[in-house]
């Protein structure tokens, strides 16, 4: 499968009706840097650039998103390892919000502690730095993996009509349980669409059960959201196994709810499934939203 590259989105996003510098000005990225990226001799390693060129300033044509440079770019090695670069071992493993537990296993074996520091006995040996490259691909796919699917399904919202506006990453907590977006629609019956998503890394893939686990572990902790009739909430997940386990539970998991799982296909971008697995008890029917 041929994927588009950076260039050529930067190029359809600057569009047939305006020059490079008008292109520049608008975003705010030097017209020196857009032609590198256009004839591919340079890529950001960072997805700031990215921002400056679709935000809505930058009036950006052909409605080239963000979210489509990102995954442009996440095909080179060189994106990669910018991601991933300036990160430590502690920092990476704090921020996993389901960290490897073959991963964990290894960094305990290294006498590695919670902060990346090794223990004080001296018994501990050295950690491999392709142990730690490996951290770091997990950390970046996971970012990847949350960036590009939080694009698709906002920009699905968008298709369908619906007017939205974005809560505060900071702010992205609700009864006490951390969601990755917050989304506040303005023209439908439910106000309030909270979003959750769960990677399965290759380690945890590997075990079925675990994959599983992990996905239902996000599902249950909904326990503690009450259900209200403005709200729905989903659950994103990479991992078709863990997705069907899933929607094995339909309407007997201990959330009462509007719930749907998704299965998302980061690598294509695009949404494969879609389930409802609960529904808020209501007299009259809530008008479902359906992404797909």
Do not use: W
């Not at 935000?55 to 409605?63: D, V």
């Not at 991601?83 to 290294?110: E, F, H, N, Q, Y």
């Amino acid at each position: 499968m041929n994927r588009i590259s950076v260039g050529e989105l930067v190029k359809q996003a600057k569009g047939e009706d305006r020059s490079l510098r008008e292109y520049a000005r608008d975003s705010g990225v030097d017209a020196a840097i857009l032609s590198k990226m256009i004839n591919g001799s340079y890529i950001p390693k960072k997805p700031g650039i990215f921002e400056a060129l679709t935000n809505p300033q930058a009036a950006p044509r052909g409605g080239v998103t963000c979210e489509q440079m990102v995954a442009a770019a996440g095909a080179s090695e060189e994106y990669q390892r910018g991601m991933s670069a300036g990160m430590s071992v502690g920092i990476l493993t704090a921020l996993a919000d389901v960290p490897s537990s073959a991963m964990i296993k290894v960094l305990k074996s290294r006498g590695v502690t919670a902060d990346g520091h090794f223990n004080s006995d001296g018994s501990a040996s050295a950690l491999k730095q392709e142990e730690i490259r490996r951290i770091q691909v997990i950390q970046s796919e996971k970012q990847r993996f949350t960036a590009i699917a939080n694009g698709i399904i906002l920009g699905c919202l968008g298709k369908n009509g619906l007017a939205f506006q974005l809560v505060n990453t900071n702010e992205a907590v609700v009864d006490g349980i951390s969601f990755d977006t917050i989304v506040k629609l303005m023209n439908h019956e439910i106000s309030e669409y909270l979003i959750r998503y769960v990677f399965i890394t290759d380690e945890e893939a590997a075990s079925a059960s675990l994959a599983k686990n992990t996905l239902r572990r996000k599902v249950e902790e909904l326990i503690f959201l009450k259900p209200l009739r403005t709200r729905i909430v989903s659950v994103v997940t990479n991992h078709p196994d863990a997705y069907d386990d899933l929607c094995a539970c339909k309407d007997r998991l201990s959330y009462n709810g509007e719930l749907s799982v998704l299965l998302f296909d980061h690598e294509r971008a695009v949404l494969q499934k879609e389930e409802y697995l609960s529904h808020y008890k209501a007299e009259v029917p809530i008008e479902e939203i359906h992404l797909i």
